[in-house]
C-alpha cells in the first residue's frame, strides 16, 4: 500500500469537512465518503490508486467552471471541488496530486505485470486444519503460511519471516482462496467478506465460509468435515516479491521473504507434488544456459534425487550439465559404473554448479 502524501490527507479532510457543512449535493457515493475517511488517514488501496488516477483524469474538466476551481469565488466550493477534495486532489492546485496517482498507477501496473509473469506459489502440509458446521455454511479455518519454517530445497532453502504479509494484508485488495491455484474455482474472497486474512504468531491464518457448490461440499468431506478422515491437509499461497522484499545469503543457498505482495491462497488436493514455478523456471533456465533438454534433465535429477540407478543417457547429461556450470574446465566423465561414491560424488558437483 502506497504512502498517502500530506497534501491528498489534508484534501481528503477538507473534503469530508465540506461535506458535512452540506456541500456536494446528493450524487456522492458512499463509497467514495469511506474512501475519503481512509485517504484522510493515510490509507490507500493498490486499487483506490488505479482508480483515482483514471477519475482524477476524466473529470479534470469540471475544474474549468470557476465556482470549482476558485476558492474565492462566492458560489465556491461547487460540487466538482467537493469531489475532487474526497479524491484526495486538492481542485485549487490539482497538479501534485494529478502526479503522484499517475507515477503510483504505472507503478503498481508494472508489479502487477511482473508478478502475473512471475508469481510464485508455496505448499504447507499442517496438522490444525479445521472445518466445522455454522449458521451461515460450513466454516474453514488453515495456515496458507507459516513462518520461520526452512522450505524443502527449491534448490535453495527457503523462510518466510513474520509481517512478510502485513503490507499486503494492508492494502485491503482482494484477495481469493481457491482449488489448487486455479482462477476457474474460487471458494471465498475477503472481498465479498466470505474470507478474512491474517498474520499471528504462527503464519497467515486463513478463515472462510465455504460455499454450497461442487468444490465446496467435496473439500468440506475432503477435509475432514462430519466425522469424515481428512484427506486433504495442505495448503499455499501465490504471491510475488517486490523489490528489496527478500534476502540471500552470501553464497544464494537461503533466502528469506520479509515482504511479499499476496495475490492468493489455495487449498490444494495434491500435497505430495512440492514444487513450485520458482523451481520450474530454475530448471527451465538451467535447460536454457545448458542447451540441454529440460525434460530429460527433469527424469534425470528425479532420479538422482530418489537415489535410482541413473541411466547411461542420464549419467552423460548430468555430467555435460556439470562440466557446462562449471568455473573451471573438467576432465570429461565416462558415464561407466555408477556405484553410490560416485553418485553421491555427481550430486555434489551439480550442487556446486546449481549454486554457482
Do not use: C
Request: glycine residues 10%; negative net charge.
Amino acid at each position: 500500500m502506497p504512502e498517502v502524501p500530506g497534501y491528498m490527507s489534508s484534501a481528503a479532510r477538507k473534503g469530508l469537512a465540506f461535506r458535512a457543512e452540506g456541500y456536494g449535493g446528493d450524487g456522492l457515493a458512499e463509497r467514495t465518503i469511506r474512501e475519503a475517511r481512509q485517504i484522510a488517514d493515510g490509507q490507500m488501496s493498490d486499487d483506490k490508486v488505479i482508480r483515482a488516477n483514471a477519475w482524477g483524469a476524466r473529470h479534470a474538466v469540471d475544474l474549468e467552471a470557476p465556482q470549482n476551481s476558485d476558492g474565492n469565488h462566492p458560489d465556491y466550493p461547487g460540487a466538482g471541488a467537493v469531489a475532487h477534495y474526497l479524491w484526495g486532489i486538492d481542485p485549487t492546485d490539482p497538479g501534485p496530486a494529478r502526479r503522484w496517482l499517475e507515477r503510483e498507477a504505472e507503478r503498481i501496473r508494472e508489479e502487477e505485470g511482473r508478478s502475473m509473469t512471475g508469481m510464485e506459489t508455496r505448499t504447507f502440509t499442517v496438522d490444525d486444519l479445521e472445518v466445522r458446521e455454522a449458521p451461515e455454511g460450513m466454516s474453514f479455518e488453515g495456515y496458507a503460511a507459516v513462518f520461520n519454517s526452512p522450505s524443502e530445497p527449491l534448490p535453495f532453502t527457503e523462510t518466510i519471516a513474520p509481517g512478510a504479509f502485513a503490507r499486503s494484508l494492508k492494502s485491503r485488495n482482494n484477495v481469493f482462496l481457491l482449488v489448487n491455484h486455479d482462477p476457474a474455482r474460487p471458494l471465498a474472497s475477503t472481498r465479498s467478506k466470505t474470507m478474512t486474512l491474517e498474520e499471528d504468531g504462527r503464519g497467515l491464518l486463513v478463515k472462510a465460509t465455504l460455499p454450497d457448490t461442487s468444490d465446496g461440499r467435496d473439500l468440506a468431506v475432503l477435509l475432514g468435515g462430519g466425522g469424515n478422515p481428512r484427506v486433504i491437509d495442505s495448503m499455499s499461497f501465490g504471491f510475488s516479491v517486490p523489490r528489496g522484499g527478500d534476502k540471500w545469503n552470501e553464497d544464494g543457498s537461503q533466502r528469506t521473504l520479509q515482504q511479499v505482495r499476496l495475490h492468493e491462497t489455495s487449498i490444494v488436493t495434491f500435497p505430495a507434488y512440492q514444487a513450485t514455478t520458482a523451481a520450474v523456471r530454475s530448471l527451465d533456465m538451467l535447460a536454457e544456459a545448458t542447451g540441454e533438454d529440460a525434460d530429460a534433465l527433469n527424469g534425470a535429477l528425479e532420479a538422482l534425487e530418489r537415489g535410482a540407478t541413473l541411466t547411461m543417457d542420464q549419467a552423460g547429461l548430468l555430467s555435460a550439465v556439470v562440466a557446462k556450470l562449471s568455473p573451471m574446465p573438467e576432465p570429461a566423465v565416462e558415464p561407466v559404473a555408477h556405484d553410490a561414491s560416485q553418485i553421491n560424488l555427481l550430486k555434489t558437483k551439480l550442487d556446486l554448479a546449481f549454486k554457482a
